[in-house]
């Protein structure tokens, strides 16, 4: 029979397994969603997407790879499709993306026009201007770098906290 002791010891090792999941970094793809009309009604089938991110709505320079999702799943004319660009291409100026599409495996792509707008979302504009007064919840010690001395295990902190890194310039 076990104890209550290593009952709860287990639980405890699951909730930290899935924070440490949640916590992992989101990367650069992002999904788009749309809407494909095919002859002007709602498409349904398998599609080819193939996707360019360019710096302006007409002509502009291509930024990163072109993308192409097969077999993209349209139902109703609706689907969604991840796109990841990569690092350095969303800087804070004007995005277009460029949209081309073909039956799966099929000829040709036809390229979907006007380009359309990326945009953020409205928290996503915050999160550049955030203070440390706004930021609240726990840090935990293994987030802090090998070269900080650990805390002790049960460590906590009521007020304002200081990190004081001399090796950081800026």
Do not use: C
């Not at 097969?70 to 969303?90: H, I």
């Not at 987030?143 to 800026?170: D, E, I, K, M």
């Amino acid at each position: 029979m076990k104890s209550k002791k290593h009952t709860a010891k287990f639980i405890g090792l699951i909730i930290i397994a899935a924070s440490a999941r949640l916590a992992a970094p989101a990367g650069t793809a992002f999904t788009y969603q749309g809407q494909l009309l095919e002859r002007g009604t709602p498409a349904n089938g398998n599609y080819d997407l193939q996707f360019a991110l360019y710096d302006a709505a007409t002509a502009g320079a291509q930024l990163g790879p072109t993308l192409t999702n097969a077999a993209v799943e349209v139902s109703n004319g609706l689907f969604a499709a991840a796109v990841d660009f990569g690092a350095g291409v969303f800087t804070g100026e004007a995005r277009w993306l460029e949209i081309a599409v073909r039956t799966n495996g099929g000829g040709g792509f036809t390229l979907l026009i006007p380009r359309q707008s990326v945009t953020a979302t409205p928290y996503a504009l915050q999160a550049d201007s955030v203070s440390a007064s706004h930021l609240t919840g726990t840090l935990l010690d293994a987030q802090l770098s090998a070269n900080v001395p650990r805390l002790s295990a049960n460590q906590t902190f009521s007020g304002a906290v200081q990190f004081n890194n001399a090796t950081v310039r800026s």
